[in-house]
């Protein structure tokens, strides 16, 4: 004779919920485990406020090995705790925006190779880019981590003279990085190569700088000066105001190279590895504190950061932001 049928009472339900819990469980991590062993990159959430910045002594040069203890943040009245610290620099977008109108075109190009030396430099989740600007602005290699295919960007025919807008170009390298990839915490650098003359432009360097450090951007500025006869001799000519202060007032640096006697010579050469092994330098020495804002931060408005160094014998170091706040859409 046939059992009778059993009724499945609130305990196999419970036991129901659970395995199906289980299964969904493992198969997320199975997911996530298989995410991470594919794509090695640091997963941090899309509203990480992370801010760039350096620190120096009395004497301005950069101190490096703090820790993250080192630090505190201070936003609309709060300390947020630090949910992101990096020392130096891995991952950097880096875009090389070149004056192609004439007058430093030899010197650039014989800097391909030094350029993509730079680039490799750091972490392959690193990005380069090329622009060309004289009175006109392109970008012929976005951003990209081929740096071989970045080194053909070196390669210009020179366009005359016809002047070149110096800070339009700058606002333009500003806004490639909206909306090209990359990561939050990535160091954002423009490294401009001109003459420093501005004919051209209809935006002032002050918007650029503003642009700049809302971006997280750096410019390092390369001077290749003209020179002009003035009282019996030939002098530099001055190049256009704020061009010195886009990297001053950015957290670059600004370098000025070559003299009269390159000036006078068509087959002179500037290496500019030397250069750029400081630039390398000051990335290493920079530091990347992030937190999380939470719902307090998602009113569309700018909220205001300020990074500060804890424990005693601090007082004679200052911090220098590349950032100075976040906003974030609702």
């Known amino acids: 004779m046939s059992n009778p049928p059993q009724t ?10 659970v395995a199906g819990t289980l299964v969904l469980l493992i198969c997320t991590l199975a ?27 009395t004497r301005g040069r950069r101190i490096a090995n703090l820790k993250a203890g080192d630090f505190s943040i201070t936003s609309d009245h709060t300390s947020p705790k630090v949910d992101y610290f990096a020392s130096g620099t891995d991952r950097v977008a880096l875009l090389f925006a070149l004056d192609v109108s004439g007058s430093s075109r030899n010197f650039i190009v014989q800097q391909r190779e030094a350029a993509g030396a730079l680039y490799e430099k750091f972490g392959r989740d690193s990005r380069v880019a090329v622009m060309h600007f004289s009175d006109v ?6 951003f990209t981590r ?8 070196f390669n210009f025919e020179a366009r005359g003279n016809t002047g070149s807008a110096i800070f339009d170009a700058a606002a333009t390298a500003v806004r490639s990085f909206d909306g090209s990839g990359g990561f939050s915490m990535e160091r954002r650098i423009v490294i401009l190569m001109s003459d420093g003359l501005d004919t051209l432009s209809s935006i002032q360097y002050q918007a650029v700088v503003d642009a700049a450090r809302k971006r997280g951007v750096s410019f390092y500025v ?5 020179f002009t006869p003035r009282e019996g001799t030939l002098q ?4 256009a105001k704020g061009f010195r202060e886009l990297a001053e007032q950015t957290g670059g640096r600004y370098f000025r190279l070559g003299d009269v006697k390159s000036a006078l010579d068509p087959h002179a050469k500037i290496d500019l590895t030397q250069v750029f092994r400081t630039v390398e330098d000051d990335l290493r020495a920079q530091y990347v504190l992030g937190f999380y804002p939470g719902e307090v931060g998602r009113d569309n408005r700018f909220h205001r950061v300020t990074v500060s160094l804890t424990g005693p014998g601090r007082r004679k170091l200052r911090v220098r932001q590349f950032v100075e706040g976040y906003d974030l859409k609702p």
């Open 8 to 17: 499945r009472g609130p305990r196999f339900c419970s036991r129901l919920i």
């Open 137 to 142: 602005i392109r970008l012929p290699a976005g």
């Open 236 to 239: 530099p000519r001055p190049p």
């Open 31 to 57: 997911r996530n485990g298989g995410a991470q062993e594919t794509d090695d990159v640091v997963r941090v959430r899309t509203d990480l406020v992370a801010i760039p910045l350096v620190v120096t002594d």
């Open 222 to 226: 390369i001077h290749f000066p003209l």
């Open 146 to 153: 081929d740096v071989d295919g970045a080194k053909q960007a």
